[in-house]
């Protein structure tokens, strides 16, 4: 077998084993890399949404308060605010989604559906959990859904939704009597439940791993090339046309053709210079013998 | 700097005065928004903030115009766009106190502490804001009031009632006055938007600054028309006020074209039907050079 066919088998197979090494790391990295960044945007949306509640209970809440005494203004509402925030965020991430689901809720938009429902009921029978994460399968693609409980823990919160008749005037004229009232004091009412999609991330994870297999392949079929062409030039051109010459030496023939030409310095430089020497060795060695 | 004990006693005796003073401020114009006149005296004037309000100033606010005045106590009084408001007495103590009289417009009383003394009269209702905040709205023989906050006592003939916090008082025209517990879309629409908001304080501004109103020029009968022919109880005490401009001939002549809305006048303009029958016949007898 060849030098070079030995050379290229070995450079292939590592080759090989280097791709799928390579591969798969890098494949683990970036789904993992996917995955947290999926969930990282959904904390993020989370905590936009807490920010948006915490601000309308603070300050803008109390800046309304006398306006409610005439008319319900739900931009008062935390969960309101947090909604109503989020459907602009929507219509550019329309696969993004948040929902404040509660079982019983006094603005209709808010009733959770029944896998919500079954969250926050997962919720409520263990009541220390502090948030749940998992993935969907939705109309729009795969998802990866956060979920926080909802839990009353102030009296602001009865005020509202404790008796119709201890709600302000103004909620009841807008809402109705059906809904919304009863909650009490530490129970959890609902869940809020940020929805992102995995698809996105995944992809583009995908995409990446793919461009930089196709480059690892590249390198190495660069550097193949270019390994072979240097074992030819430098070693497998010279060696051969030496051996050839050995040959002819060895039986006698070509005996007074010109010397190897010495090119580089390098150890098929010194191999082609200790040739010469043998040469020229053997040719006085062989006129010795005739004269 | 530490100050010995008996020396913080002067301090404080010395102070007494100045904060006595300053919650004995009458109540200051502190926001002004658009024009409004005041008419003070027989004198017209341009309202500006800093003003302090005096008994028997009109207040009228223009068209597109909101004006808020201050008691040193936080009370306040918001007018809102054409409004007219006579301060018929404005007692001065450390509670708001006053008597006021509207004929027409929004009005926002809030801030009324326990030991305030206000009155808010209406052609259609009187209003005793005893503590908290209450709108009313008059608009012909229409009036409203929401009790915003706190309650208030109101008396629209021939009922008095005790108003809590959310309730409503309407009256239309003549017909009986209702109390609900919701005000009604129609005086929410005839409020001015400011009120549905707190009244902000600007009293800081002006407690140490006051302003005075730029003087425009002497009433005329249309200045004050509303007035001479209000309800009697308010307009009577203004034949004594506005008697120096019956020289005017204008203004005379108008009076005397609307007499018999305001008939307590004719004594002024025809002071002869009112001498005694002996003088009365020497003055018909007399020359007429002698005749004033």
Known sequence: MKLIVKFNLVFILVFLLGLGAAGYVSNELLQRNAREEIVLNARIVMESALAARAYTSTQVGPLLQTQMKYKFLPQSVPAYSANEIFDVVRKKFPEYSYKEAVLNPTNPRNRANDWEADIVHQFRNASDRPEMIGERDTPAGRSLYIARPMQIKADACLYCHSTVDAAPKTLVEKYGPANGFGWKMNEIIGAQIVSVPTDVPVARANRAFQTFMVSLTVVFAFIFVALNLMLWYMVIRPVTRLSRLADQVSQGENMDAPDFEVKSGDEIGVLTQSFNRMKKSLVQAMKMLEG | ?292
Not at chain 2, 49 to 62: L, N, P, T, W
């Open chain 2, 1 to 292: 700097m530490r100050v010995a004990p008996p020396l913080r006693w002067v301090f404080a005796l010395l102070a007494c005065p100045v904060l006595a003073a300053a919650a004995d401020l009458p109540a200051t114009l502190t926001l002004l928004e658009g024009p409004a006149g005041l008419v003070r005296g027989v004198t017209r004037y341009a309202l500006v903030e800093g003003v302090r309000m005096q008994a028997g100033d009109i207040i009228e606010i223009g068209d597109k115009g909101l004006a808020e005045f201050e008691f040193p106590d936080g009370a306040a009084i918001a007018m809102g766009p054409g409004t007219r408001m006579l301060a018929i007495s404005m007692p001065r103590g450390r509670s708001a106190a006053g008597d006021f009289h509207v004929t027409a417009g929004a009005l926002k009383v809030s801030g009324v502490s326990k030991d305030a003394r206000l009155r808010v009269s209406t052609p259609v209702f009187t209003l005793w804001p005893a503590e908290g905040a209450s709108v009313m709205v008059v608009r012909g023989g229409d009036g409203s009031v929401f009790i915003e906050s706190g309650s208030a006592r109101l008396a629209a003939a021939p009922a008095t009632h005790n108003l809590k916090s959310g309730e409503f008082f309407s009256r239309k025209d003549a017909q009986k006055g209702t109390v609900s517990q919701r005000p009604s879309q129609a005086f929410m629409d005839a409020m001015p938007k400011a009120f549905f908001d707190p009244l902000p304080s600007r009293m800081a501004r002006y407690k140490d600054r006051e302003a005075q109103p730029r003087r425009i020029e002497e009433v005329s009968y249309a200045d004050v028309e509303v007035w001479l022919k209000a309800p009697a109880g308010i307009r009577r005490p203004l034949v004594a006020r506005f008697e120096s401009r019956a020289d005017d001939p204008k203004f005379r002549s108008a009076l005397e074209a609307n007499l018999r809305f305001h008939p307590e006048w004719d004594p002024i303009l025809y002071p002869e039907k009112y001498l005694p029958p002996e003088t009365a016949a020497e003055s018909a007898g007399a020359p007429p050079a002698a005749k004033k």
